[in-house]
């Protein structure tokens, strides 16, 4: 599978983006995860073809991740940012047990 994202940038803190990845088939599930400076990659949220969302604490209630079938991509709605989800922001899909990893996109929380 291969997955290509979109959407990162430089953003205020309380401000949003959207990313999106598109895989170049279908999969079960695609998600998204982040890592910051210094620490472990660490999951966001994930969604099954079923529709089927998963999010992190941290994350809930602030981001929406979505999907769309046709289009074997998902999308991840960013709002209310905070300087802590400064990260380079990972597409991932799962199928059949094989993870697969797209490339990072940096959002960048910044005053």
């Known amino acids: 599978v291969q997955l290509q994202a979109f959407g990162g940038g430089l953003v205020q803190p309380g401000g949003s983006l959207r990313l999106s990845c598109a895989a170049s088939f279908s999969v079960v599930v695609m998600g998204w995860y982040r890592q910051a400076p210094g620490k472990p990659r660490e999951l966001v949220a994930t969604?099954?073809?079923?529709?089927?969302?998963n999010y992190a604490d941290s994350v809930k209630g602030r981001f929406t991740i979505s999907r769309d079938n046709t289009k074997n991509t998902v999308y991840l709605q960013m709002n209310s940012l905070k300087p802590d989800d400064t990260a380079v922001y990972y597409c991932n899909a799962l199928d059949w047990g094989v993870n697969y990893w797209g490339k990072g996109t940096l959002v960048t929380v910044s005053s």
């Open positions: 969604i099954t073809n079923g529709g089927s969302a």
